[in-house]
């Protein structure tokens, strides 16, 4: 199913710490490709998987990293009550182009997706994304992303790919797969106008620092709709991070960026995770024990899935039309777990026997809205972008 031969064993060192570890502790938990063992991922819901390339990167200055400080903080995190198999997979090295290094992890990716099995990738440059995004060429036509970061990484297209312009790359480079792409924590002074402008003229969705940080909820709909979550350490405020990661005074504090982490992975959709920018130094203690909880809370909203997406079956759902202005809008309500739903009328679904127009993820404050008469930003871009 995997091929390992793209991958490299964790370092015996860290494996041979696990056994210090308390019996509870979540390295004594995992299926670890080590020097003497390729795990059998039967059972497997979520595989940990190092990149170990940053040479896309715009400050790449030569420089190498490993991944261990990251293990050993996660591996002696305790996990909750998870009931899903994990397995770590090793790192994928650099090869001996970034190219070689996409491919590598393009195979990696699609095989764990086409197996069910959600892949939490550590990097690197976050320019990996554009990778893990290629890898879903051969199995969905339209692809969301969400991407928690300072910046909206459009940058100049017309330039080799790095961390800061992958983005322009996914769009513009065919097979056209993306259908929507939303930015999480952007902050205005960096990004210029001119990819301002390009956002919204592609009806893409962006949701600043500041709003976010007043109400954590406003991501949860939009990650109950993305694929591929993709997170910029960079993201993150120099005051809760290591000396060499530190990048801004502002950003999210640890909570936040661990309760966006948790939404993704309650996400029914989500099925890959990735986690870029890290740059260890000696006094890394913060840094890698902020990933290892990014990653704990990931994988905690993963085992706390549940499917409430069913709505072939009425008694599953409350259905609410809403008259506004010219439109009608419907939204449903999960009786499951209370979250909401807006229909879009426009599109159908090539599914003949469904016939039920596709839904688009929402608040109850969007209902209340349309019952106010204001029509909801999500689904005024979703039309127009259709």
Not at 174 to 185: K, S
Not at 340 to 357: A, C, D, G, M, V
């Amino acid at each position: 199913m995997i091929d390992f031969s793209f991958l490299s064993p964790v370092q015996d060192r860290i494996v041979d710490q696990i056994e210090q570890l308390h019996g509870q502790a979540i390295g004594k938990k995992l299926m670890i490709h080590s020097s003497n063992n390729k795990p059998d991922l039967e059972g497997v819901k979520i595989a940990i998987l190092g990149v170990l390339e940053s040479r896309n990167s715009v400050d790449y200055i030569g420089e190498e990293f490993q991944l261990s400080e990251i293990r050993k903080a996660l591996y002696k995190l305790f996990p909750g009550n998870w009931l899903h198999g994990m397995a770590d997979l090793g790192d994928i090295q650099k090869g001996s182009s970034v190219e070689d290094t996409y491919f590598a992890l393009i195979q990696v990716v699609s095989s764990l997706v086409n197996a069910n099995i959600i892949p939490v990738i550590i990097g690197g440059s976050q320019d990996l994304t554009y990778a893990n995004y290629r890898a879903y060429d051969k199995i969905s036509s339209m692809v969301n992303i969400v991407n928690i970061d300072k910046s909206f990484d459009l940058g100049d297209s017309s330039k080799p790919i790095n961390n800061g312009s992958y983005l322009g790359k996914i769009i513009l480079e065919q097979p056209y797969n993306l259908f929507n792409y939303t930015a999480i924590g952007f902050q205005t002074y960096f990004n210029s106008q001119e990819e301002i402008d390009l956002m919204e003229k592609l009806y893409f969705e962006s949701y600043r620092l500041g709003d976010i940080s007043h109400s954590i909820s406003l991501v949860e709909p939009v990650l109950r709709d993305a694929d591929i979550v993709t997170l910029d350490l960079n993201s993150v405020k120099s005051s809760e991070v290591s000396l060499k990661q530190k990048h801004s005074p502002n950003g999210f504090n640890g909570r936040e960026v661990c309760a966006i982490s948790r939404y993704a992975g309650i996400s029914n959709k989500v099925s890959s995770f990735g986690v870029y920018e890290y740059n260890p130094s000696k006094d890394d203690e913060a840094t890698a024990m902020l990933v290892a909880q990014i990653l704990w809370y990931f994988i905690e909203g993963v085992n706390c899935r549940v499917n409430d997406g069913d709505f072939s079956n009425q008694s599953n759902f409350q259905k609410f039309t809403v008259l506004v202005e010219d439109e009608e809008l419907v939204f449903y309500k999960s009786k499951k777990t209370g979250r909401w739903w807006i229909e879009i009328p426009f599109l159908e679904y090539s599914n003949t026997k469904s016939r039920q127009h596709p839904l688009l993820s929402c608040m109850y404050d969007d209902y209340e809205s349309a019952t106010k008469g204001v029509i909801p930003e999500r689904w005024y871009k979703a039309y127009k972008k259709n």
